[in-house]
């Protein structure tokens, strides 16, 4: 028998009619393979020319905003609260706060994400020399700082004439001191008109902890943290406002009237991005909630949803919708497929939609279903530019609630929102977040599209994301795309290729044939 030339295996490729594997839309044609999961398909590996960790994983949520990781966290009141959201747009995505809690409360969490983390800080907290310790004490219990300018009268735009810090007041018993007989008066301050770059340069030549901005008449018109440039060291990829270098932040509210009133506190709390959270999104009221939050507040950037058809995504981009969540009834604590017989498998939902919500640019979010990094893989091929992840999350240090032992495992308590456990928590005059987001809150017998369960302690949100980050880099090194926007080029032009898998494949894809085994995914 004779072989062809080794040399010529490349060329020889051409004499056949179609590349290995199939196209997505061969994937996912729907008279072949009905509805997918993520589990039911691989894609298949192509050339390496590149190291992982050049993978830009850089991708749109809005049609305004960027993140620099592909990476958020659920509206869920055993998800994201503060620490959560601080932790996620520090680490390169962004954290969505719930809304099961009262506007103030919300609101309050949506603050502390912003000043989290400054550029420069426009609007500093400022006390006057009749101040007394007493009031930084009180001040530092309730912010967390106590490095505080002071001025004639103790307001911004004032003359500058000392700070006080941490070392001012730290041995110091006598809570009744003026500010003007332990305040710090040889400063070290820079003029209106200093870039963030050259603020931050004498911050580190100084050795202060707070670099005051000053006009031409001494007057305080922001001030610039030495906390922030260390955060800035320790965190590049960090999720920030183009122009006030704070942290995103995004919120989830409800299509109601007293909603309205909850998403008005949120954006002068400086809201960034806001959910309308409901399990079926193409209704009149989130239409009408959509076209009343681009007209009364234009600059914030709306995501709507959940989706899971064409017909559905269109009427909320034609109402203004700047993103799109897509999933109903695939969270691991989710019963709406089996209770109320209506959704569509993940992955399916996910290229339907992405596909023709990206003739108009907007950004598609997979919410639901994701287990692991290769389910984030896969979203992001199918068309969505990010994921979201509750029960992925859940059980981090940084998510709400309290760690428990139950068999010898340290858990945590993780809740759909759609069981009767979240629908009984205390509710607003139009309802809470749970009744809300399933249109029951006037409903005498609540029906659970949601169970309570729980989950093992994972550590960490700030190890476990840069674990996912990394994953995901790897993933896309092994398909052979150096950033996401080629992959997904890649998909739509045919190159990249995907594979079905039986029952049989997925059991050999993963562990198998072992009398005991121990799953460490990082250190």
């Given at each position: ?239 920030k406002a183009p122009h006030s270098k704070q942290l995103l932040v995004g919120a989830a509210v409800g299509t109601r009237p007293d909603d309205k009133e909850r998403l008005a506190l949120l954006v002068e709390a400086g809201l ?77 939902a996910v290229r339907r939609v992405s596909e023709f919500a990206a003739r108009f640019g907007v950004p598609t979010i997979a919410d639901g279903g994701i287990g692991n990094v290769g389910h984030i893989v896969k979203a992001i ?36 929102m759609g069981s009767i456990d979240a629908m009984s928590n205390k509710a607003g005059k139009d309802g809470n977040a749970a009744t809300k987001r399933y249109f029951s809150e006037g409903d005498t017998v609540k029906v659970a ?75």
């Amino acid at each position: 028998m004779s072989y062809l030339d080794p040399a010529q295996a490349v060329a020889t490729l051409e004499s056949y009619k179609r590349r290995d594997g199939l196209s997505v839309d061969e994937l996912l044609d729907p008279q072949l393979s009905g509805g997918l999961t993520y589990n039911d398909f691989l894609i298949l590996p192509g050339y390496i020319d590149f190291p992982a960790h050049e993978a830009s994983l850089a991708t749109k949520i809005t049609k305004k905003i960027t993140l620099r990781s592909p990476l958020m966290s659920s509206p869920m009141d055993t998800v994201t609260e503060t620490e959560m959201a601080i932790s996620m747009a520090l680490l390169g995505g962004i954290g969505i706060i719930h809304h099961n809690c009262s506007p103030e409360e919300q609101a309050d969490m949506v603050r502390k994400v912003k000043k989290f983390e400054n550029g420069f800080i426009t609007d500093p907290v400022v006390l006057s020399p009749t101040h007394t310790v007493a009031d930084v004490k009180e001040l530092k219990a309730k912010s967390g700082f106590c490095g505080i300018p002071i001025t004639e009268n103790g307001k911004l735009n004032s003359k500058l004439v000392g700070i006080v810090t941490a070392r001012d007041i730290q041995f110091h018993t006598d809570d009744s001191s003026l500010l003007k007989d332990i305040m710090t008066t040889e400063l070290v301050t820079a003029k209106t008109g200093v870039t963030l770059n050259e603020a931050n340069e004498i911050l580190k030549t100084s050795k202060k902890g707070k670099l005051p901005i000053v006009d031409e008449n001494g007057s305080l018109v922001a001030l610039l943290a030495r906390s922030d440039l260390l955060k800035n060291q320790s965190y590049p990829l960090a999720s920030k406002a183009p122009h006030s270098k704070q942290l995103l932040v995004g919120a989830a509210v409800g299509t109601r009237p007293d909603d309205k009133e909850r998403l008005a506190l949120l954006v002068e709390a400086g809201l960034d991005v806001v959910v309308l959270d409901s399990s079926q999104g193409n209704s009149m009221y989130q239409i009408e909630m959509i076209k009343w939050v681009k007209k009364t507040f234009p600059n914030l950037e709306v995501i709507a949803g959940n989706v899971v058809t064409r017909e559905q995504a269109a009427n909320l981009i034609a109402a203004g919708a700047d993103g799109l969540r897509i999933g109903m009834g695939s969270g691991s604590i989710c019963i709406t497929q089996e209770v109320m017989a209506c959704g569509r498998p993940q992955a399916t939902a996910v290229r339907r939609v992405s596909e023709f919500a990206a003739r108009f640019g907007v950004p598609t979010i997979a919410d639901g279903g994701i287990g692991n990094v290769g389910h984030i893989v896969k979203a992001i091929a199918l068309g969505a530019s990010a994921v979201m992840m509750g029960g992925l999350l859940a059980g981090t240090t940084e998510a709400p609630g309290e760690y428990f032992y139950h068999e010898g495992q340290r858990l945590k308590r993780y809740r759909g929102m759609g069981s009767i456990d979240a629908m009984s928590n205390k509710a607003g005059k139009d309802g809470n977040a749970a009744t809300k987001r399933y249109f029951s809150e006037g409903d005498t017998v609540k029906v659970a599209q949601g169970v309570v369960g729980n989950v093992v302690d994972k550590g960490s949100v700030r190890k476990f994301v840069p674990y996912l980050i990394t994953g995901l880099q790897h993933s896309l090194q092994d398909i052979g795309c150096r950033s996401i926007a080629e992959f997904r080029e890649r998909v739509d032009g045919g190159i990249v290729r995907f594979e079905k898998r039986t029952a049989s494949a997925q059991l050999e894809g993963g562990v198998h044939g072992l009398h005991s085994f121990e799953k460490k995914l990082f250190q």
